[in-house]
């Protein structure tokens, strides 16, 4: 049987019902594709960079952008549309599925290659996948009116944007993390293109190349699926100077813990931030617990928000007057390093499982805002404010709600990020603690790995004590120590600061201006 010619017209009114099948079935796949590269290139950069809300709005508005060129584009290509829309999607495969491994190896070097990497992707995938819709349209208006057309493939456009929108949150981000994610995605950019040379061979001139480079295209995606977590830990090696013996994407975070093999110091990041160094950690936590912990009055009742590392509990757990520890973390992955992981666990002193403490893996923002028992301390050992979803953390709205959990002569205390580094973030968040409590106290201490580090303590009817007499065992902190961490030097003295809010969040946009400078 002789083997069908190309049609020289290009009329694609002919196309079978299993064929049309396919183009809307590539449709909804382009934009379940679209869409999810543009969710690992903002989450790569919010992963690298911080500040997610400046990355996704720049990663959206640019891939808009592109996407608009691209579909402006499509007009001066040939009139071969099905050869077309193939190529393009074996680019799309192509750029899309190395991306975010481009943008790992990319960020060590310099600030302004990862720029001109990021925005680079953006651009070449926003236009590859603007050209895809005018192109799957004008084939489909051959064989339906203009209007079945365009609400065809807008419908199955919008459908499968919202399937990539779910599936990467829930699905391909905790299970495969953001490299792997990528060439996933690649994958399925390949074989859709793969599945249209075998329905549409005969509308193609050079189906056997098309197909070599397809398969070969395949077949470096498959690898790179098999080799994931080895390309994974290379990436990672730019990033963190020491060996990697834990790491774990969750659904709220990326989780790494590293030790070198030189000092033995092990360290905990989380989304690439420094959480503590094993070498240092105790100033931090000592300081952070043991003030808040030596003013008289009752403490048997302890809520600790974030520590899931079981550090502050460590300290905590010094005082026999403590009768109950409530910690909330929202990742149940944190907590449960916090009791297995054998490094931690000797550093922690296995603090997660005692008797007294009862971990709560919810989002301390709605374990606040709900009726429960009333706390004479509250330690709030969170991550510094670098993007919108912590800042509500540090609001007074936060605070406003705690302040009805608490006892009427209880106290609160939290980590407040550096006064020397972030000057206006370290004031503002003194502000808004004292737009809801009338009493704080502002201190400060040295931690080599962190720089100078400030804390604020405040509470509701009583004056802070003038001393802090530490009865417990520690190995940094006592008396003088604290009298000495009172006192501001003329570079990090009290600066005016706006009071944080949720409604208007000034605290995380103060962060990321004091890192700029």
């Not at 799957?136 to 493939?153: E, F, G, P, Q």
């Not at 391909?172 to 399925?188: D, N, V, W």
């Not at 005016?496 to 809010?501: A, C, E, L, R």
Request: glycine share 6%; charged share 15%; net charge positive.
């Amino acid at each position: 049987m002789p083997t069908p010619s190309i049609p020289a017209s290009n009329d694609y009114s002919q196309l079978s019902a299993k064929q049309t099948g396919i183009l809307l079935i590539s449709i909804l796949i382009v934009a379940l594709c679209g869409i999810t590269y543009e969710l690992i290139i903002s989450s790569v950069s919010t992963y690298l960079l911080g500040n997610s809300i400046y990355q996704f709005s720049l990663t959206i508005g640019f891939f808009m952008f592109a996407m608009g060129v691209g579909s402006y584009l499509s007009k001066l290509m040939g009139k071969q549309l099905i050869n077309n829309f193939i190529k393009v999607e074996i680019a799309i495969s192509l750029v899309g599925g190395v991306c975010s491994l481009l943008l790992m190896i990319a960020f060590p070097m310099a600030r302004a290659l990862y720029d001109a990497t990021m925005y680079g992707l953006i651009l070449i995938i926003g236009a590859l996948v603007g050209m895809e819709i005018p192109i799957l349209t004008t084939i489909l208006t051959h064989k339906y009116s203009t209007r079945d057309s365009i609400a065809n493939v807008m419908s199955l456009d919008y459908i499968g944007a919202l399937i990539g929108s779910v599936a990467f949150p829930l699905l391909l981000l905790p299970q495969l993390g953001l490299i792997r994610a990528s060439f996933a995605i690649g994958l399925i950019n390949i074989l859709t293109a793969l599945t249209n040379i075998h329905f549409f061979r005969h509308y193609l001139p050079r189906a056997r190349l098309l197909i070599a480079v397809t398969l070969s295209i395949l077949a470096l995606m498959v690898i790179f699926m098999v080799l994931g977590s080895q390309l994974t830990n290379y990436a990672e090696k730019h990033l963190y100077f020491d060996q990697i013996i834990y790491k774990k994407q969750t659904p709220y975070q990326k989780i790494v813990v590293t030790e070198s093999v030189v000092t033995r110091d092990q360290r905990l990041y989380i989304d690439g931030h420094i959480q503590f160094s094993s070498r240092d950690e105790y100033r931090y936590h000592e300081s952070l617990v043991h003030p808040i912990m030596s003013v008289a009055g009752n403490k048997e009742n302890i809520l600790v928000l974030g520590g899931g590392d079981g550090l502050a509990l460590r300290e905590i757990l010094k005082y026999d007057t403590v009768k109950h520890i409530d910690l909330v973390d929202i990742d149940p992955e944190m907590t449960t390093v916090g009791k297995q992981l054998t490094m931690l666990v000797k550093l922690n002193k296995n603090s997660l499982n005692h008797e007294k403490v009862q971990v709560f893996n919810q989002d301390a923002f709605s374990f606040i805002n709900q009726a429960g028992k009333r706390y004479d301390r509250v330690i709030i050992d969170m991550p510094d404010p670098h993007n919108e979803a912590i800042n509500k953390l540090y609001s007074k709205e936060f605070y406003t709600m705690i302040r009805k959990r608490m006892q009427p002569n209880a106290l609160i205390v939290t980590q407040s990020s550096s006064p020397f580094f972030t000057p206006r973030t370290f004031w503002c968040i003194e502000q808004t603690l004292a737009s809801i409590f009338p009493h704080t106290l502002s201190y400060q201490v040295a931690i080599p790995s962190f720089g100078i580090w400030g804390f604020n303590i405040a509470r509701l009817n009583q004056l802070m004590p003038n001393t802090f007499k530490i009865n417990v065992p520690t190995r940094y902190l006592n008396q003088q120590a604290m009298q000495a961490a009172m006192i501001f030097g003329k570079d990090i003295q009290k600066i005016n600061s706006p009071i944080n809010s949720i409604m208007e969040p000034k605290l995380y946009q103060l962060y990321i201006e004091d890192l700029k400078i």
